[in-house]
């Protein structure tokens, strides 16, 4: 026993020269790195997140200036993007409004994965809760999203127009009801995950050792769900602001001077004839951004899943 | 097998219960006016005569089970009398739902609206189906060739970008700068002859593309991944090592195995065609059931919303057993207890 454990010191003192550790997130980030087209999408990502958020600074048009002249100029060297029918520039409008969609994506997402990972985690670690809790999942799934949500947003945007202020109104309204509808994926996977985790062997020793269910579920079983967990989360993000944008698109989203990339396109599409670039690039955008996500999930869950891991 | 497929279907019975009480109760607490859209020249005694005539002041649960009555129960006996012709006693006077806006019975409404959406997403349904498949396949067995990786960046994106915005491109492409296609779809339009039958084609044309690009980027995706999982599996190299020819392998082996998930999926999905890809219903102007939908919303109609929502989730719910049964009728290795 002892020469052994001399042995493995020496061998450990003589590889920690040779081979830096592994951790964790570095095995991660090794293998996502191989997946190209993530760090591509990462990378473009990245960039459609700069432009969004310190856009407005480099392009310091209003977005709201009217200039009737300009009306539909189409794509000029002093409005690139074009301009709308009262003249407003669409960059400066796609810069704001990227701002609100991607806001709303991921804001809907953190309350959705919330949500779902605490009814997750309750009904695969209570056995008591799990009935009703799985029950009250399924019945969700059974809603048809879609209806709902053009429902339920027409219905109660104006007291909460009356209450917070008409922007954030409809944007706690839209944030609210898309990730309160979007958490039952995220609950089911939890709850698998955790049925499993739970009658491992460190469980049963954590129990021994007189932990509560608390600490356990906080510091055994959560670290150990997490990678679907942000695997679900990223889509999520994805699906989120395509939400957002259909229900702008349908007209039931934000006021009309607000822009959001999903607003823009529908009142762009009244001009098409007129100018494409109004309804190009706004869509160009959302497209970009959703597609960048989904690739990033794809390397992400490539990258997370312990069945690939090697060495 | 049989005593769970009893209980699931008994289960069904709570669940649509719960969903309806929740899509009623959701409609009902909502500060939406049925007389708001109505001329402001009505006076307001007048006005609160209309919203009692139509019933919007009864206390929730008589609403809530006066509604429950007329759709599964009314509304049923009136389909099959009109399906059969044989007439039940009191049919004269047996309530029916009726739609706020136009004053008219729901479920009439529903089945003129119902074959212009069956037409559109279905056909779209049905050619993604015809494309995705065989797709999904070959891209699984050529993994990693030049057709997959291509194959796979394409789905990416058809399930990445958003219906609104291909079906604004398309119009933007074939509409308006080709003039190939009419962008509007016309629902009167009859098929009498050939040339008429042209027009059918071509007004169908962009919708359908829209709806098909799509559901084939989904569906192949899915069928690409069922389709990789069991051709790196033990009994794949067993029946190629036992001289088996390889489409015999991949066609009767593999596929048969792959295509259970695939169809479940497929079976999930047929909901969706109900509910009509509103928006693509919305770009291309089709008056389906997708549209009904969105012009009760935003006429503040509660009535129609309220049984438009309740059918989808009804489908959703039968649906989902569908695939539930298809999949252990398909999968001997599942068992149910």
Same mark, same amino acid.
């Given at each position: 026993m002892a020469t052994t454990t001399t042995k493995m010191i020496s061998l450990k003192a003589e590889s920690a020269e040779i081979v830096k550790p592994h951790t964790l997130w570095g095995d991660v980030w090794r293998r996502f790195r191989k997946h190209r087209m993530a760090v591509a999408a990462s990378l473009v990502l990245l960039l459609i997140v700069i432009m969004v958020t310190f856009g407005s600074l480099v392009w310091t048009l209003d977005p709201e200036y009217i200039d009737i002249v300009a009306a539909y100029s189409g794509m000029t060297s002093d409005h690139p993007f074009g301009t709308d029918n009262l003249g407003r520039d669409t960059l400066a409008r796609v810069i704001q409004g990227g701002r609100v969609s991607l806001s709303i994506g991921v804001i809907a997402m953190l309350i959705g994965i919330v949500i779902g990972t605490l009814v997750g985690l309750l009904a695969g670690f209570y056995s008591s809760l799990d009935n009703l809790l799985m029950r009250v999942t399924d019945t969700f799934l059974s809603l048809p999203l879609l209806p709902l949500l053009l429902v339920i947003t027409l219905l109660f945007r104006d007291s909460l127009r009356v209450a917070f202020g008409p922007e954030l109104g409809i944007f706690i309204l839209t944030v609210v009801v898309i990730g309160g509808l979007g958490w039952m994926p995220t609950a089911r996977l939890v709850r698998g995950d955790v049925l499993a985790m739970k009658e491992r062997e460190f469980v049963l020793a954590a129990h021994s050792l007189g932990a509560t269910n608390m600490t356990i579920m906080r510091q055994h079983i959560l670290p150990n769900v997490l990678s679907p967990v942000i695997v679900a989360a990223t889509f999520s993000i994805a699906a989120a602001i395509i939400t957002e944008s259909a229900l702008s698109f349908l #007209? @039931? #989203?934000?006021?009309?001077?607000?822009? !959001?990339?999903?607003? @823009? @396109?529908?009142?762009?599409?009244?001009? @098409? !004839? +007129? !100018?494409?670039? +109004?309804?190009?690039?706004?869509?160009l955008m959302i497209s970009l951004t959703v597609l960048c996500v989904n690739f990033i999930g794809d390397g992400l869950r490539d990258a997370l899943d312990p069945r690939l891991r090697k060495g | 097998m049989t005593q769970y497929f009893i209980r699931r279907i008994l289960t069904i019975i709570p669940t649509l219960?719960? &969903? %309806?009480?929740?899509?009623?109760? &959701? /409609?009902? /607490? %909502? *500060? %939406?006016?049925?007389?708001?859209?109505? *001329? /402001?020249? &009505? *006076?307001?005694?007048? =006005?609160?005569?209309? =919203?009692?005539?139509?019933?919007?002041?009864? *206390?929730?649960?008589?609403?809530?089970?006066?509604? /429950?009555g007329q759709f599964l129960i009314n509304e049923p006996l009136n389909l099959i009398e009109k399906g059969t012709g044989i007439t039940f006693p009191g049919s004269e006077d047996r309530l029916r739902i009726i739609s706020w806006q136009t004053r008219s019975p729901i479920v009439d409404l529903i089945f003129e609206r119902l074959p212009q959406t069956l037409w559109v997403v279905g056909t779209a349904y049905l050619v993604a189906i015809v494309l995705a498949v065989p797709l999904g396949i070959l891209s699984a067995y050529k993994q990693y060739s030049i057709f997959d990786q291509i194959g796979t960046f394409l789905s990416i994106v058809g399930y990445s970008v958003p219906t609104f915005f291909t079906g604004l491109l398309f119009v933007v492409l074939f509409s308006v700068q080709l003039k190939w296609f009419p962008s509007v779809y016309n629902t009167t339009h009859v098929v009498t002859d050939f040339d008429s039958f042209v027009v059918q084609l071509r007004q169908i044309f962009m919708p359908v593309a829209v709806l098909t690009l799509a559901f084939t980027a989904q569906i192949s995706r899915y069928t690409r991944s069922a389709m990789l999982e069991n051709l790196n599996q033990d009994y794949v190299r067993t029946a190629r090592s036992k001289g088996l020819n390889e489409r015999t392998v991949v066609m009767r082996h593999a596929l048969r195995n792959s295509l259970i998930p695939v169809v479940t999926l497929v079976a999930l999905g047929i909901p969706a065609i109900f509910q009509g890809a509103i928006i693509t219903e919305q770009i291309f102007r089709v008056n389906g059931l997708g549209q009904l939908l969105i012009l009760a919303v935003q006429g503040g109609d509660l009535p129609t919303v309220q049984t438009l929502t309740f059918i989808f989730a009804v489908l959703i719910v039968i649906f989902n057993l569908i695939a539930d049964f298809l999949y252990a009728f398909l999968d001997p290795r599942i068992s149910y207890r």
């Amino acid at each position: 026993m002892a020469t052994t454990t001399t042995k493995m010191i020496s061998l450990k003192a003589e590889s920690a020269e040779i081979v830096k550790p592994h951790t964790l997130w570095g095995d991660v980030w090794r293998r996502f790195r191989k997946h190209r087209m993530a760090v591509a999408a990462s990378l473009v990502l990245l960039l459609i997140v700069i432009m969004v958020t310190f856009g407005s600074l480099v392009w310091t048009l209003d977005p709201e200036y009217i200039d009737i002249v300009a009306a539909y100029s189409g794509m000029t060297s002093d409005h690139p993007f074009g301009t709308d029918n009262l003249g407003r520039d669409t960059l400066a409008r796609v810069i704001q409004g990227g701002r609100v969609s991607l806001s709303i994506g991921v804001i809907a997402m953190l309350i959705g994965i919330v949500i779902g990972t605490l009814v997750g985690l309750l009904a695969g670690f209570y056995s008591s809760l799990d009935n009703l809790l799985m029950r009250v999942t399924d019945t969700f799934l059974s809603l048809p999203l879609l209806p709902l949500l053009l429902v339920i947003t027409l219905l109660f945007r104006d007291s909460l127009r009356v209450a917070f202020g008409p922007e954030l109104g409809i944007f706690i309204l839209t944030v609210v009801v898309i990730g309160g509808l979007g958490w039952m994926p995220t609950a089911r996977l939890v709850r698998g995950d955790v049925l499993a985790m739970k009658e491992r062997e460190f469980v049963l020793a954590a129990h021994s050792l007189g932990a509560t269910n608390m600490t356990i579920m906080r510091q055994h079983i959560l670290p150990n769900v997490l990678s679907p967990v942000i695997v679900a989360a990223t889509f999520s993000i994805a699906a989120a602001i395509i939400t957002e944008s259909a229900l702008s698109f349908l #007209g @039931l #989203g934000f006021p009309p001077d607000f822009p !959001t990339w999903g607003r @823009l @396109l529908f009142d762009g599409k009244d001009y @098409l !004839t +007129l !100018t494409p670039s +109004l309804v190009f690039w706004p869509g160009l955008m959302i497209s970009l951004t959703v597609l960048c996500v989904n690739f990033i999930g794809d390397g992400l869950r490539d990258a997370l899943d312990p069945r690939l891991r090697k060495g | 097998m049989t005593q769970y497929f009893i209980r699931r279907i008994l289960t069904i019975i709570p669940t649509l219960l719960a &969903i %309806s009480l929740v899509i009623f109760a &959701i /409609l009902d /607490l %909502s *500060p %939406s006016d049925p007389v708001g859209n109505l *001329p /402001l020249t &009505i *006076p307001p005694e007048t =006005r609160e005569k209309i =919203r009692a005539a139509m019933g919007a002041d009864d *206390p929730f649960f008589i609403k809530y089970t006066k509604w /429950l009555g007329q759709f599964l129960i009314n509304e049923p006996l009136n389909l099959i009398e009109k399906g059969t012709g044989i007439t039940f006693p009191g049919s004269e006077d047996r309530l029916r739902i009726i739609s706020w806006q136009t004053r008219s019975p729901i479920v009439d409404l529903i089945f003129e609206r119902l074959p212009q959406t069956l037409w559109v997403v279905g056909t779209a349904y049905l050619v993604a189906i015809v494309l995705a498949v065989p797709l999904g396949i070959l891209s699984a067995y050529k993994q990693y060739s030049i057709f997959d990786q291509i194959g796979t960046f394409l789905s990416i994106v058809g399930y990445s970008v958003p219906t609104f915005f291909t079906g604004l491109l398309f119009v933007v492409l074939f509409s308006v700068q080709l003039k190939w296609f009419p962008s509007v779809y016309n629902t009167t339009h009859v098929v009498t002859d050939f040339d008429s039958f042209v027009v059918q084609l071509r007004q169908i044309f962009m919708p359908v593309a829209v709806l098909t690009l799509a559901f084939t980027a989904q569906i192949s995706r899915y069928t690409r991944s069922a389709m990789l999982e069991n051709l790196n599996q033990d009994y794949v190299r067993t029946a190629r090592s036992k001289g088996l020819n390889e489409r015999t392998v991949v066609m009767r082996h593999a596929l048969r195995n792959s295509l259970i998930p695939v169809v479940t999926l497929v079976a999930l999905g047929i909901p969706a065609i109900f509910q009509g890809a509103i928006i693509t219903e919305q770009i291309f102007r089709v008056n389906g059931l997708g549209q009904l939908l969105i012009l009760a919303v935003q006429g503040g109609d509660l009535p129609t919303v309220q049984t438009l929502t309740f059918i989808f989730a009804v489908l959703i719910v039968i649906f989902n057993l569908i695939a539930d049964f298809l999949y252990a009728f398909l999968d001997p290795r599942i068992s149910y207890r």
